[in-house]
Structures are given as C-alpha cells and as structure tokens.
C-alpha cells in the first residue's frame, strides 16, 4: 500500500514546493490563512495540505501554528544554499512515461520522450534539478585529478554538460581553465544565466549541437567530461561518443565518465535498478549500464588505462567515476 501511495506523496510535495509553502513558513507565516494569503492559495485546501505534510514528516504542528521539520529547514527553503526543490523536476519528468509502462512491456519502445538526439525543453529543468546530485561528483573529481594543485590551465571539454556545474566547479578551483561546454541551444542558455549568478559570465565556451553532428577539435583538450548521459544513450550511441571523445583528446589525456552503474549480476545498487526503468519509458535503448560494458566500449575507442572511483558522498547510490586514459 504505501508504495501505491507514493504518486501522491510525491504530488503532496511537488504542490507544496511550487507555492513555496516551506519558504513561508521559514520567514514567519505559521498560520494556514496567512500562508494560503501570501501563497495565492485555497484556504482550506492550503490547511489539508500542510497538515499531509506532517504525516511526510515535513512540518510539525503546534496550537495551530505550522513548524519545518529540520529536513525541510535543511533542503527545501529556497534560497537556501543546501535548497534541493529542484530535483522534483527530475522526479515528476520521468511520470510520463511511467504511466505508459504496461504499454511498454508490451511494445519495447518508450511512449515518452528523454532522449539526446533532439533539443527537448524538459532538460532545461532537468539539468537544473540535478545540480544538489551532481557537484559533490565535480567536487571529487576534482580533488582525485588533483584540479587547480597538480593540473592546471586544462583545456576541458564537457559533452552535454547541462547546467555546466562540472565547468563551473573546475573554474573555481583553477580560474586558468579553459572550458568549453557542448549542449543544445536551450540548455546552454540555461547554464549560461548560472554562469552570470556565479560570477563566470563569459569564463566558459559554449557549443550548440550534440556530439553526432558538431564540430569538435582533434588532438586538443586535456579533458574530456559527460556527465549523466551514457544512461540515455543507446550502445552505438556511446560507442561513436566514446570515439569522438577520444579523437578530441591529446596524448596523455583523460575522458571522464560519471554516471550510475549497477553490478555485472544487476542486483544493486538500488537506484541504477530502477532508473533503468525510467530509461525504458523514456528513450529508445537507454539503461544503466555495468561496467564490463563501458570498459568494453572504451577500449574498442582505444582507451588504455580504466579506473573507476565510487562511493561518492552526498550523491545518489551507485554513482560512478569512470577515468580513462589515452596514451
């Protein structure tokens, strides 16, 4: 029962976040009336609302007065550094497709679309929601490559780099950097808007296009990124990347893989399981692939050296660092 109870619980959550019921309470507004008045919200409905949100364990209740409970003072005030109300829009993104998951079963083919191929608008959130997930992989990298301490003045390329917290988070470690980020027009403007909130407008290079059809330099860059995107490709997909990745890079370069990776049997971690689900209903071929399977595909690319770096903190499980090294 609870987990046929879940879509609503998620529903209960995204429509408290959307009116910014949290953040309310946060500055003061403790009553249901008052917050439904600076919400724009029902009255009633605002109060049924809040009071769900204590059986979520979102808020307490005292003589009437609303409370955070201290995991939603942590991550769902906006504004907040720590603030992870964004990750709803990969949650709710992914609904549309798993509604069709009994007619996917029968037909093997998504009746929604994630894919890379195309500039689609949900990735300008997505991108975005997945920021609270993504930099504390960047932050690690980094410090493994020893980024901005023993490498400087890299020339970094990130395929489909998103939001661009990779290129970011590399450019505050070394301001000598030279990032170029590669992604669809839509998306790079929404990773352009971050770059100008962070104080770096103009610090990064952006490329429209995916990898099939843009131009990309040869024997070039130090540093190869893509990052929670193999998972949405098909395996030819990620093999022609893996060889334009390689063609890009100089000699003693490194691509970087990150991504969530189950064991070789498929029976954890737990995440990578089920996402692969959500890649059924979402693209053509995607899933989670293990790592005999990438480090097939790398060496087929001409890859040398593969490592892999996991147990990540503070991101989701089964996160994986895949460095690979061309001679």
Excluded at 62 to 89: C, N, T, W
Excluded at 175 to 201: H, I, M
Excluded at 214 to 225: F, K, P, R, S, T
Aim: net charge neutral; with cysteine.
């Amino acid at each position: 029962m609870r987990l046929l109870g879940d879509f609503g619980n998620s529903q209960i959550l995204d429509a408290a976040i959307e009116y910014d019921f949290f953040t309310l309470i946060h500055r003061g507004f403790r009553g249901y009336e008052e917050i439904a008045r600076e919400a724009k919200t029902d009255p009633r409905a605002t109060r049924l609302v809040l009071d769900s949100l204590i059986a979520l364990a979102l808020a307490e209740k005292r003589q009437e007065q609303y409370f955070l409970s201290p995991i939603s003072e942590a991550f769902l005030v906006r504004g907040k550094p720590s603030y992870m109300g964004d990750f709803r829009h990969v949650a709710l993104s992914l609904w549309d497709g798993m509604a069709h998951l009994k007619e996917t079963l029968k037909s093997g083919k998504p009746l929604s679309r994630m894919d890379t191929e195309v500039p689609l608008e949900v990735w300008e959130k997505i991108v975005v929601g997945i920021i609270p997930i993504a930099q504390p992989v960047a932050q690690a990298l980094y410090d493994l490559l020893k980024i901005g301490v023993e490498k400087k003045s890299l020339r970094v390329l990130d395929i489909a780099g998103g939001s661009s917290i990779f290129g970011m988070t590399i450019l505050q470690r070394d301001p000598s950097a030279q990032v170029t980020q590669l992604d669809w027009p839509n998306v790079n403007a929404v990773a352009k808007k971050l770059n100008r909130e962070r104080g770096l407008e103009g610090k990064i290079r952006f490329i429209d296009g995916e990898f099939r059809s843009a131009a990309i330099d040869e024997n070039y860059y130090d540093l190869v990124l893509t990052s929670n995107f193999c998972r949405f490709e098909s395996p030819q997909g990620n093999q022609e990347l893996f060889h334009k990745a390689h063609r890009a890079l100089r000699n003693g370069g490194l691509f970087v893989v990150n991504d969530f990776l189950p064991n070789e049997e498929r029976t954890g971690p737990t995440f990578p399981l089920r996402f692969s689900v959500y890649t059924l209903t979402h693209t053509p071929e995607g899933e989670c692939w293990t790592l005999s399977q990438y480090t097939a595909w790398l060496k087929e690319a001409g890859f040398s050296s593969i490592q892999t770096h996991s147990d990540i903190p503070n991101t989701m499980p089964g996160t994986t660092l895949i460095v690979a090294g061309k001679k």
